[in-house]
Nanobody, 125 residues
Framework: VQLQASGGGLVQAGGSLTLSCAAS????????MGWFRQAPGKEREFVAG????????YYSDSVKGRFTISRDDAKNTMYLQMNSLKPEDTAVYYC???????????????????WGQGTQVTVSS
């Protein structure tokens, strides 16, 4: 499956952005999906995930209550609604997917096989 992330940009602190991740290719399979981010000089970190089975949604503590992950399977697209953005949210955001054969919460990059190219989010203070 191929993933294309979009929607990044420059926003002031307290503002909102919505990221999209469009999937193409072998979308006839079931996939768990997630968002990660990587700031300069830092490791890639988990942001949010959503399962195929039962539509479970889970978040890192740093974004819980501010970000919302969702998916529209009819459009083969996943979203990340980001509210109350902070300068520390500045990073390149990546979407990821992994074939889901059983319910599983994936919070590490190693658990995802497919990756999008990343979209830059910059939050000014």
């Amino acid at each position: 499956v191929q993933l294309q992330a979009s929607g990044g940009g420059l926003v002031q602190a307290g503002g909102s952005l919505t990221l999209s991740c469009a999937a193409s290719g072998r979308i006839d399979r079931t996939y768990g999906m997630g968002w990660f981010r990587q700031a300069p000089g830092k490791e890639r970190e988990f942001v949010a995930g959503i399962t195929w089975y039962y539509d479970n949604r889970y978040y890192s503590d740093s974004v819980k209550g501010r970000f919302t992950i969702s998916r529209d399977d009819a459009k083969n697209t996943m979203y990340l609604q980001m509210n109350s953005l902070k300068p520390e949210d500045t990073a390149v955001y990546y979407c990821a997917a992994d074939e889901e054969r059983e319910l599983r919460l994936r919070t590490t990059a190693a658990e995802y096989e497919y990756w999008g190219q990343g979209t830059q989010v910059t939050v000014s203070s």
